[in-house]
């Protein structure tokens, strides 16, 4: 992890989330530790699907957002952009309120790549749906 603290980490990661899909739908950075990010996102009807029910699509979405971020830390990003190349996710349970927690944690961190394991679960825990996200690091161009 790098050399800022808990708290420097999530501010951070809340204000790269100003005027982007992350705000849109209230995803909130509440966790890091030295191998993991957690990220929030309530349940409501703005991310229900037509039948009242979490979205396939938030749910990636929120995914994403925290596995970017997180590579985005672990890697020390400031040398280099990130982007997600490869997702993967199967839904096992719904949910209709409340929040829902992801935690990324490495599956493997490459140089260049990194797979990350993204566990969706719901207050208490029970898995929501199971992600698998590949991100690639790029360097950043000089001016």
């Known amino acids: 992890m790098s050399k800022k603290s808990k708290t420097e980490i999530l501010a951070l990661c809340a204000k790269m989330s100003t005027n982007t899909l992350m705000e849109t739908l209230h995803i909130e950075f509440i966790d890091v530790g030295e191998d993991y990010l957690t990220a929030k996102m309530p349940v409501t009807p703005r991310v229900h699907q037509p039948d009242g029910v979490l979205h396939g699509g938030a749910t990636v979405a929120l995914a994403e957002s925290v596995g970017s971020a997180a590579s985005y830390i672990f890697l020390n990003a400031e040398n280099v952009m990130v982007r997600g190349i490869e997702i993967a996710a199967n839904h096992v349970k719904s ?28 207050p208490v825990g029970e898995l929501i749906s199971f992600v698998k996200l590949t991100t690639l690091s790029l360097p ?4």
């Open 140 to 143: 950043r161009k000089t001016k």
């Open 95 to 122: 949910v209709s309120e409340g929040d829902v927690f992801a935690k990324a944690t490495f599956l493997h961190k490459g140089r260049t790549t990194q797979v990350w394991d993204i566990r969706i679960t719901n």
